[in-house]
């Protein structure tokens, strides 16, 4: 990754934080934020009038479509993501795609692409349909801002003071437990919230 994109990563994701009105203590509302950005989220299912295809992929190769950005010929812009559960196989309701946290990792990383201005490259077919991605030096700027703005730091340190488990972090925002581990580690949350604990009162 470039050098200080880390740090401004944290400054984006904080800006859009303040643009859509949510704190540094809770996880981005992505729904807000699609609207800040004007992008359209929509279910796979939803666009492309039949899960049929979803589910043919996920009998396939389970999880390799997450999701997919298309800038349409009228100007819209729509994040497409994935409609079945990686774990179950069942169909995601729109609903439960607000809390389940891999949804939520993959609309956020496609709205930090945009974000980032990233272009659309290589062109993927998956199960006949064109899909496109980002080189792999995108793929992981979009990767970390999406974790900083499902995870803040502020938030991290403070739940690493109050002593929450990786687990249970994931649980109360709605992300993946690895998502909360790695958001975690990276942040350097724990280690702040033990230095804070050995200053003397
Ligand atoms: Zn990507």
């Given at each position: 990754m470039r050098r200080g994109f880390k740090a401004q990563a944290e400054r984006h994701a904080a800006q859009l934080r303040d643009a859509v009105n949510c704190s540094d203590r809770e996880t981005m509302c992505l729904p807000k934020l699609a609207a800040h950005l004007k992008v359209e989220v929509v279910a796979g299912h939803r666009a492309l009038g039949s899960a049929d295809p979803f589910y043919a992929l996920h009998q396939e190769q389970?999880?390799?479509?997450s999701g997919a950005t298309f800038h349409l010929p009228d100007g819209r812009i729509v994040v497409v993501y994935n409609p079945?559960?990686?774990?179950?196989g069942d169909l995601l309701s729109a609903r439960a795609a607000q809390t389940h946290g891999r949804t939520r990792s993959d609309v956020a990383h496609e709205l930090s692409h945009l974000v980032l201005g990233h272009d659309l490259r290589e062109i993927k077919t998956i199960a006949g349909h064109p899909f496109f991605t980002c080189d792999p030096e995108q793929e992981q700027e979009a990767n970390w801002l999406a974790g900083c703005l499902l995870l803040p730091r502020p938030m991290l340190v403070a739940a690493a003071r109050r002593g929450e488990a990786d687990d249970h972090v994931a649980a109360q925002h709605h992300v993946t437990i690895e998502m909360a581990r790695w958001r975690m580690s990276v942040s350097g949350a724990r280690m702040q919230a033990a230095r804070g604990r050995a200053r003397p009162a």
């Amino acid at each position: 990754m470039r050098r200080g994109f880390k740090a401004q990563a944290e400054r984006h994701a904080a800006q859009l934080r303040d643009a859509v009105n949510c704190s540094d203590r809770e996880t981005m509302c992505l729904p807000k934020l699609a609207a800040h950005l004007k992008v359209e989220v929509v279910a796979g299912h939803r666009a492309l009038g039949s899960a049929d295809p979803f589910y043919a992929l996920h009998q396939e190769q389970p999880g390799a479509f997450s999701g997919a950005t298309f800038h349409l010929p009228d100007g819209r812009i729509v994040v497409v993501y994935n409609p079945i559960v990686y774990e179950t196989g069942d169909l995601l309701s729109a609903r439960a795609a607000q809390t389940h946290g891999r949804t939520r990792s993959d609309v956020a990383h496609e709205l930090s692409h945009l974000v980032l201005g990233h272009d659309l490259r290589e062109i993927k077919t998956i199960a006949g349909h064109p899909f496109f991605t980002c080189d792999p030096e995108q793929e992981q700027e979009a990767n970390w801002l999406a974790g900083c703005l499902l995870l803040p730091r502020p938030m991290l340190v403070a739940a690493a003071r109050r002593g929450e488990a990786d687990d249970h972090v994931a649980a109360q925002h709605h992300v993946t437990i690895e998502m909360a581990r790695w958001r975690m580690s990276v942040s350097g949350a724990r280690m702040q919230a033990a230095r804070g604990r050995a200053r003397p009162a």
